[in-house]
Structure formats: C-alpha cells, structure tokens
Nanobody, 124 residues
Framework: VQLQASGGGLVQAGGSLRLPCAAS????????VAWFRQAPGKEREFVGA????????LYADSVKGRFAISRDKAKKTVYLQMNSLKPEDTAAYYC??????????????????WGQGTLVTVSS
C-alpha cells in the first residue's frame, strides 16, 4: 500500500489543522494506521493510531484530548485532526500502516508502510 500525507502548514498556537493520509494500492480496511512525528533534533515519536474497523483509537499522552484520528473507508483516507495546537507540536508528521499490528504494539514504529512527512509548524 502507498500512503500520501498532506495538510501540513503554518498555524498559530491554539489553532487547528487536519492532516489526511490517503492510501492506494491495497485493501486499506485491513490495515492499522498510525501517525508519528519527528521534531528537529529529536527522535520519532508515536502520536496516535486507529484500528482496522475504526472503533479503536490510541493516543500519546501529549496529544490526548487535543488530537483525534478517524478513517473514511470509502475514501481510503485516515485523518489526524489536531486542535489546540502548541509550539511543541511542531514536527514532520508521518502516517504509517501495517496489516499485522496488534494493539499492544501500536506505539512501536516498526510499521511496514510509511508515507512521506508533512511539516506542521506552530508559532507562538
């Protein structure tokens, strides 16, 4: 499966952005989809993930209550809705997918497929 993330940009603190991750080339409903981010000079970190049915989600503590992940099976797209953005959310955001991931491993970055990053910059 190929993944295409988009929607990044410059936003003021407190603002919102929605990042789509569009998939092609596979049966997307079979994949767990996650978002990771990497800030300059820092390691890549888990942001959140959504299960195959869309019923289960998991979020990092740093974004819980501010970010939400959803999936549109018809459009083969997963969305990362980011609200109440903070300067520390500034990073390149990556969507990932894997058919074999179990819930206990969702936070681990060993996903099979990765899209290119989309840059989010939050100004103070």
């Amino acid at each position: 499966v190929q993944l295409q993330a988009s929607g990044g940009g410059l936003v003021q603190a407190g603002g919102s952005l929605r990042l789509p991750c569009a998939a092609s080339g596979g049966t997307f409903s079979l994949y767990v989809v996650a978002w990771f981010r990497q800030a300059p000079g820092k390691e890549r970190e888990f942001v959140g993930a959504i299960g195959r049915s869309g019923d289960n989600t998991l979020y990092a503590d740093s974004v819980k209550g501010r970010f939400a992940i959803s999936r549109d099976k018809a459009k083969k797209t997963v969305y990362l809705q980011m609200n109440s953005l903070k300067p520390e959310d500034t990073a390149a955001y990556y969507c990932t997918a894997d058919r074999s991931k179990i819930l206990s491993a969702w936070t681990h970055p060993d996903y099979a497929y990765w899209g290119q990053g989309t840059l989010v910059t939050v100004s103070s």
